[in-house]
């Protein structure tokens, strides 16, 4: 890939993330032309994604890993929900196109890197039970409405035996 072509694919990632944000079902009417196809498209919109989410779980695990009572579930919480609030647009894209074929096994990968980051799953484990832990934890993240988010920081390490 040329760097034109880098850029040309950016701007239309940027492009399609701006029309979802007015309109997400209009989004993704038609592909933009540096992508082949829809597939291709939402390839590129996690890969964006995933950049932005390992960049910041890195990053909070580092700095819990040096705090005396770091808690690496509540660290990697943070970074899930930061990176999906200063990215609504490209969150509800792949929202929406959960059950794609083209998502499945790069979001697979995604909740088993969030799983292992967190603790919550080991390296040497089968990827798809990790992958599972790590499911179960987004939908925890997800379900926890704005107001419990901030009052009871525990809530999500006391749930996390049950499943």
Do not use: C
């Not at 930061?82 to 894209?93: F, K, S, V, Y």
Request: aromatic residues 6%; glycine residues 4%; hydrophobic residues 45%.
């Amino acid at each position: 890939m040329s760097w034109n072509d880098f850029y040309q694919r950016q701007q239309a990632l940027a492009e399609v993330l701006d029309s979802a944000r007015r309109d997400l079902s209009a989004a993704f009417e038609t592909v933009p032309g540096p992508f082949r196809d829809i597939d291709e498209l939402l390839a590129a919109l996690h890969r964006k994604w995933m950049l932005q989410l390992t960049g910041r779980v890195e990053v909070a695990l580092t700095d819990t890993d040096a705090a005396p009572h770091g808690d690496r579930v509540e660290a990697v919480t943070a970074a899930w929900r930061r990176t999906a609030q200063d990215n609504p647009g490209l969150r509800a894209a792949l929202d929406v196109h959960a059950g794609s074929p083209a998502l499945q096994d790069v979001t697979a990968r995604e909740h088993r890197m969030l799983a292992i980051a967190a603790g919550l799953a080991e390296e040497h484990e089968p990827p798809q039970d990790a992958a599972r832990v790590g499911r179960a934890f987004v939908q925890l993240l997800r379900a926890a409405p704005d107001s419990d988010r901030h009052a009871r920081p525990g809530r999500l390490r006391r749930l996390i035996p049950s499943f």
